[in-house]
């Protein structure tokens, strides 16, 4: 049937995308989300860089929405062209445990298109 994948992977409780250290700064390389909202939990991020930008605002081409420099808690990555890419970065502070990452398009999330990863 259909699914949705992380890293390969379909949804599985068991077992976690990674660990990340607590107070560890975290810089992250998203592709392969177009047009799936992805929705990170807990710890706010900023958008560093994303290949689909108008150069002189710096936000996105497809809704003017979503610029560089934002603190984001879900990355809606436009697709105007084909393939983009976003460079996000996070500081996981104050809670440790399962940080869930997701698809906001619930049909999506349903297809097992979320993941997680442990903070420690």
């Not at 177009?34 to 990170?40: D, F, K, S």
């Not at 958008?47 to 809606?76: A, H």
């Not at 990452?101 to 999506?108: E, F, G, R, S, T």
């Amino acid at each position: 049937g259909n699914s949705c994948l992380f890293n390969g992977m379909i949804f599985n409780k068991s077992e976690s995308m990674g660990v990340i250290g607590l107070g560890k700064v975290q810089q992250w390389l998203v592709e392969g989300v177009e047009g799936h909202p992805l929705h990170i939990h807990v710890n706010p991020h900023q958008i560093i860089d994303f290949s689909s930008k108008n150069e002189s605002t710096g936000c996105d081409l497809e809704f003017g929405y979503q610029c560089v420099g934002d603190m984001i808690d879900t990355l809606q990555i436009p697709q105007p062209n084909g393939h983009a890419v976003a460079k996000i970065r996070f500081l996981p502070t104050d809670f440790v445990g399962p940080q869930v990452l997701h698809c906001h398009y619930l049909v999506h999330e349903d297809l097992g298109c979320l993941t997680y990863h442990q903070i420690q």
